[in-house]
């Protein structure tokens, strides 16, 4: 029994010697090290951290959401390695350094939208929204395009140039080339050859002549249609009487001067008339301005000239 107690003695002691000597060896390692993770990315060492958890929730946070404007998400070939070392506590970790080289080897997908003419890709924006805007605006200003427009998400690694809705809307309208849709299918026309008016007719306006005189798939056209400006001045093609000034049906403002012997001119589609029923109108004086009045969809001046009620080609006297 005594012999017993003096074997468990001797093990305390050894026991006791063993973990003293533990606690001074871990303390010395803590003193001059401290355990530390070993950042490796595709088999590279590329620095130390002491904030694994911190670390890992930055290169997430930069994986869905990506550091700047317009971006979808982003997409790492490889993802760090961590491994636990212990390092002299003196030594530098490089938290910053490593978020950077992982975002080095990541690809940035952008998202934004492209506008779309024929499925041809137009203009591009960053919002579904301004899109829409894009496309309502253009209809809302009857661009000739209307019908052909469209939008499409777009993922890329190249980040298009944006531009506003404003803008946007500038570049891609397009002025509509057929102004006048139909005017009137009782007016008997003279596709034949060219009389003699007895009068010679000036320019009403300068401008483009987007529609030309006679019978196209839509009814017939009995003028001419020349666009310029709204509010440009319209300038008697010759001396007369008006004999209608007022609006009236798919015309509009509507201005007819009786220059004698049968011979009519019409002036169509006007913003204001300065003229009254009745008046005495001299060559080139001005009597109405340029609007986009009934059936039209920009402002031009519908030109007629008539021959007892017969419209004739404006163009063999005019333009
Ligand atoms: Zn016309």
Request: aromatic residues 8%; proline residues 2%; neutral net charge.
């Amino acid at each position: 029994m005594k012999k017993l107690l003096v074997h468990m003695r001797i093990w305390l002691k050894v026991f006791l010697a063993f973990a003293v000597a533990a606690i001074i060896i871990i303390s010395i390692i803590n003193i001059f090290f401290k355990p530390t993770y070993s950042v490796t990315l595709d088999g590279e060492q590329i620095g130390y951290t002491n904030d694994k958890a911190g670390l890992q929730d930055r290169i997430n946070e930069y994986i869905k959401n990506g550091d700047g404007e317009h971006i979808a998400f982003v997409q790492l070939e490889t993802l760090p390695e961590y491994k636990i070392c212990l390092l002299k506590k003196d030594s530098e970790t490089n938290d910053d350094e490593i978020f950077e080289k992982v975002k080095n080897l990541g690809t940035t997908y952008y998202k934004y939208y492209a506008v779309t003419e024929s499925s041809e890709e137009k203009a591009y924006v960053a919002t579904k929204e301004e899109a829409e805007a894009i496309i309502e605006g253009l209809k809302e200003k009857k661009s000739s395009n209307k019908d052909k427009l469209g939008y499409i998400e777009k993922y890329s690694t190249d980040l298009a140039e944006l531009i506003d809705s404003s803008t946007a809307i500038a570049k891609l309208y397009v002025k509509p080339v057929e102004t006048t849709k139909y005017v009137n299918t009782s007016t008997k026309i003279n596709t034949g050859a060219k009389i003699n008016l007895g009068i010679s007719l000036a320019r009403p306006i300068s401008g483009i002549i987007t529609s030309r005189f006679g019978s196209r798939s839509s009814g017939t056209h009995t003028g001419l249609d020349i666009a310029t400006a709204t509010g440009t001045a319209i300038k008697a093609a010759a001396a007369g009487t008006v004999t209608f000034s007022g609006t009236k049906g798919s015309y509009g403002k509507l201005i007819v001067i009786n220059h004698g012997n049968g011979v009519e001119t019409y002036y169509a589609h006007c913003s204001a008339l300065y003229v009254s029923d009745g008046a005495k109108v001299s060559q080139g004086q001005t009597i109405a301005a340029v609007g986009s009045t009934g059936n039209s969809t920009g402002p031009h001046l519908h030109l007629e000239v008539r021959v007892n009620g017969v419209a004739q080609n404006p163009q063999n006297y005019v333009y």
